[in-house]
């Protein structure tokens, strides 16, 4: 009955696995799990669901509670009311209340809470006779049955007027020159700066005038009737300023001289929010007047939406993005030439926060992990923080926050962990929120938690858990689920391992030696999972390490390097390497060397060129020595190869190098010189000592008798001779050509005895000439037709097709048949 029980709860919970994909795909990415290959080891973030399936998230915004405005920053006028807005949807009934800096305000008859939820400050007051200032960081703050939400800050400052500390100063131009004149001053709201001509407003219709809005005015094309007395004029909501007066004097008629083209001011630096107006100022004098022209330093177009150029060369940039961020140059360029000068300015855009993805509200059974997912973006990278109901929360015990605090995962949730969770981005900009609720769903009448948890360590890798029954609610209890993970790693490292209901304990393997490991145990029923147990710590018995991976390289011909992975937890039991080495036909070892965990190679040196070596390397620790690695490693060939190749001088001087190239190219000429002419030599002299031995051979033969017809040795090479050709003739043909034609193997062996003198005649007798040129055959029959007496018997021929390639062997004879009182003739005579 328990194993049927307990497959129909795997087969549900593979049925699970088809229907909620989706689900498992955000839950599993919180832990790093593990499926064993028994069937009853399951994961506990697909058991919860398959007990207790989550419901639709059918709940909105509006249903739940959420902002429909928010306050946004503004700046207050002394003494006068102002309003922050604030509006809420959300399940009634809902309570709202404000902050400042972070404190809630109390009722007042200074501020009023209005029907809507929004704040009304009856007069706006500064810090002024010991009240306090209403200035500040306002956050509404809206609650119901489902949790808390507060709104994004709101900044709300008193407006001002500084005095100027920057006025106009006197100018002097040519006319058809330019005159500027500038003015700065700081105000809240920023002040709006015009400018007077003799205590009268200028005429902003005169295309000659350019006003720009950070307090500068530009005159271009200077007349007479440009002089005057000019005043700067800065108002906002607190206060009107007027600066000093500067004196504009325009001289008599221009020069016409050449001036080169001039930038009298460029463009300055600019940090903007986006949707404000950039102005890049740049004015440029010469004679002709140049033409002024805008581009971005890193090539890109600058466009034309929202581009204008006032006056005569300052670029406007309306409604700027953070596509508009880049160095601008300003060049004023000669008309006709290439003649030009440039300055440039950067523009920094900032975007404040703004969700790209929100948090969803999700709803998932108690003991299971809930993810939330914001992602965020801006200019400079927005910070995010999450709240839970109001207060900021950091990670720690179960919550988990990563890439960049965008993800905040909660695992093992219960009922305190029900509430709305909302994400915060923040930078230089602005700030921006969004929340999402957690539902936990609980089932009534579950389990306790497992008692009397105990683990026991049985081996290096295996660990018994086991654990009693809970007290109460027990009878629907379909299984167990261990929750397993090191004691150093965070929660969601966690995994688990699923056990039959009426088994109380359960060995769990593949663990790691001489590590501590938490333990806790978990009840479930068809409606639910029940708390968790107490959890339980306890390590692994330790074992001597494995043999660590070795790795051998030939740095020369007397010296090896011995590289290993370093294993830093050896330093953490006491342990370390142990290196031997010797040459193989030794039976000691030369160690142990020991060396620190922490080391990763080591170097041999002054070892035997031709030796084979044997190296071993074992890792050890405070339970024993673990089994070595060892390697077999000969140096011979780095010795051959370090005589053959000598290192090359690699610091000379080029010409050096030039030389050593040229010395070569004339080397090998030489040496290839040498070979041809050895070749001549040999080939020359192997003819030369035929001759030779044929001479000496023909003066030491005494006279030879008259010969019966049937002596082999006065047949002919081609089978013309005197006596009878009868039935040797084809055994001495056959001994003929092996005469001319030597096996491979008989040609060419050196001869292991001394040089003799060339006159000797056993030297001719005994000697073998593996090779003739066919010219020497030539050669010969032409010396020998020459040299022959009237008297001689006819000289027998070598026809072409009895020659062969032009091979001799010794005992071939070349002479002619003699008559048998005739004296031999002599080659050469």
Request: glycine content about 10%; proline content about 9%.
């Amino acid at each position: 009955m328990e194993n049927r029980t307990f497959d129909k709860f795997v087969q549900l919970l593979g049925d699970y696995l088809e229907n909620t994909h989706l689900d498992m795909v955000e839950e599993g990415a919180a832990k790093r799990v593990r499926l064993r290959a028994a069937p009853r080891r399951l994961l506990l973030p697909l058991l919860l669901p398959l007990l207790l399936p989550a419901p639709s998230d059918g709940l909105g915004h509006s249903a739940e509670l959420a902002f429909a405005m928010e306050p946004s920053d503004d700046v207050a006028v002394p003494g006068q009311p102002i309003v922050l807005g604030c509006r809420v949807e959300g399940t009634p009934p809902v309570r709202i209340t404000w902050r400042k800096n972070g404190v809630e305000l109390l009722e007042s008859t200074h501020s009023t809470l209005l029907a809507n939820g929004s704040l009304m400050i009856h007069h706006f007051r500064l810090d002024r006779g010991g009240s306090p200032s209403d200035e500040g960081d306002y956050e509404c703050v809206a609650q119901n049955r489902f949790g808390l939400v507060v709104s994004r800050k709101a900044r709300i400052q008193a407006a001002t007027m500084s005095d100027f500390h920057v006025h106009p100063q006197a100018t002097v131009g040519e006319k058809g020159g330019v005159a500027r004149f500038q003015c700065q001053i700081h105000g809240l709201p920023k002040p709006l700066i015009t400018w007077e001509k003799n205590r009268v407003p200028i005429d902003t219709d005169n295309e000659r005038y350019t006003l720009l809005p950070k307090g500068v005015l530009q005159i271009t094309g200077l007349r007479a009737e440009d002089s005057g007395i000019f005043h700067c004029v800065a108002s906002n909501v607190a206060s009107v300023r007027v600066s000093h007066g500067a004196r504009l004097t325009v001289s008599g008629s221009g020069s016409g001289a050449y001036k080169e083209p001039m930038i009298l001011v460029g463009p300055e630096n600019l940090t903007l929010t986006v949707h404000q107006t950039a102005v890049l100022e740049c004015v440029a004098t010469g004679n002709p007047q140049p033409i002024v022209s805008w581009s971005r330093l890193d090539g890109r177009p600058i466009g034309v939406e929202g581009i204008q150029v006032l006056g005569t060369g300052n670029l406007i940039i309306s409604d700027v993005t953070v596509q508009h961020s880049g160095v601008y140059v300003c060049a004023a360029n000669k008309p006709g030439t290439r003649v030009r000068r440039t300055a440039q300015g950067r523009l920094v855009v900032q975007a404040p926060a703004e969700f790209v993805q929100h948090p969803q509200s999700i709803s998932r059974p108690a003991g299971t992990t809930a993810m939330f997912t914001c992602q965020a973006q801006g200019e400079p990278p927005p910070h995010v923080t999450w709240l839970k109901n109001g207060q900021v929360l950091g990670p720690g015990g179960h919550v988990r926050l990563r890439n960049n605090n965008s993800t905040l995962t909660i695992s093992g949730i219960g009922p305190e962990d029900e509430a709305i969770y909302q994400c915060v981005a923040e930078n230089s900009a602005g700030s921006s929120q969004a929340s999402a609720r957690l539902t936990v769903l609980w089932a009534e009448g579950l389990p306790g938690p497992p008692l009397n948890v105990q683990a026991v360590s049985v081996s290096s890798t295996e660990v018994r858990v086991s654990w009693d029954e809970p007290l109460v609610n027990t009878k629907e209890i379909i299984g167990y689920v261990l929750h397993i993970r090191k004691a150093a790693d965070p929660p969601e490292l966690e995994y688990q391992e699923a056990v039959s209901k009426s088994t109380f304990q359960h060995l769990v393997g593949d663990l790691e030696p001489s590590t501590a490991y938490s333990f806790y145990v978990k009840a479930y029923t068809p409606r639910g999972a029940s708390s968790a147990s107490a959890p339980v710590l306890t390590s692994t018995l330790g074992e001597a390490p494995a043999p660590p991976p070795l790795s051998v390289r030939v740095l020369g011909s007397s010296s090896l390097q011995l590289r290993w992975e370093p294993w830093p937890r050896l330093a953490q039991h006491e342990g370390g390497f142990k290196l031997f080495y010797r040459p193989a036909n030794r039976v000691s070892f030369t160690g142990p060397i020991l060396l620190p965990a922490t080391v990763s190679s080591y170097n041999l040196s002054q070892l035997e060129p031709t030796a084979v070596y044997e190296v071993k390397l074992l890792a050890y620790n405070q339970h024993g020595e673990g089994n070595a690695t060892v390697r077999f490693v000969t140096l011979r060939g780095a010795s051959e190869r370090t005589a053959l190749s000598p290192p090359c001088d690699c610091r000379k001087e080029e010409p050096a190098n030039q030389t050593s190239t040229t010395g070569i190219v004339i080397g090998i000429h030489i040496g290839v010189t040498c070979i041809i002419f050895c070749i001549l030599f040999l080939l020359f002299g192997q003819r030369g000592r035929v001759l030779l031995c044929k001479d000496v051979e023909n003066q030491l033969s005494p006279p030879q008798g008259p010969r019966s017809p049937r002596d082999p040795s006065i047949l002919a090479l081609n089978g013309a001779g005197r006596g009878e050709q009868g039935r040797d003739k084809q055994r001495v043909e056959m001994k003929e050509l092996e005469q001319l034609f030597p096996p491979a193997g008989a040609v060419g062996r050196p001869d292991p005895r001394p040089m003799q003198d060339p006159g000797d005649p056993a030297l001719c007798e005994e000697t073998q000439f593996s090779m003739l040129p066919l010219e020497g055959f030539s050669l010969l029959e032409e010396m020998m037709s020459e040299a022959k007496a009237p008297s001689a018997g006819p000289v027998a021929a070598l026809p072409p097709q009895d020659v062969g390639p032009g091979l001799l062997s010794k005992g071939q004879a070349t002479r002619p048949p003699t008559a048998p009182a005739a004296q031999p003739a002599r080659l050469g005579q």
